[in-house]
């Protein structure tokens, strides 16, 4: 629950600046540099997960070992974790878009 903590603020600090972008292009009669704006915040998150997941996947037993040293529940949270890892893929896209949307005024 911390490290997702961590991500969905970092999330929704793209999304808070996708819908600032998003917000004065359409303020400005731009929807073709809205467009791009949100284009470029989902090629960000994504590009922001997978090293994220990289991280992950690379120093999971490190990780969960911050928080046990319980054998058997050491190899269940790293199960979990690439459960959660999956997760993370389309909340990152959905955090974009609701920034882009919020831009729009939806």
Avoid at 43 to 54: D, K, N, S
Avoid at 71 to 92: T, W
């Amino acid at each position: 629950m911390n490290i997702y903590a961590g991500l969905f603020t970092l999330y929704l600090s793209i999304s808070i600046a996708t819908s600032i972008f998003v917000g004065g292009a359409i303020g400005a009669n731009n929807a073709q540099q809205a467009r791009i704006y949100t284009k470029c915040s989902v090629i960000l998150v994504v590009g922001v997960t997978a090293a994220m997941i990289l991280i992950l996947a690379l120093a999971r037993d490190d990780i969960v070992g911050f928080y046990t040293s319980d054998e058997d529940i050491k190899a269940k949270a790293i199960a979990a974790l690439g459960i959660f890892c999956i997760a993370l893929v389309p909340d990152c896209v959905i955090y974009s878009q609701m920034g882009a949307f919020r831009g729009l005024g939806q």
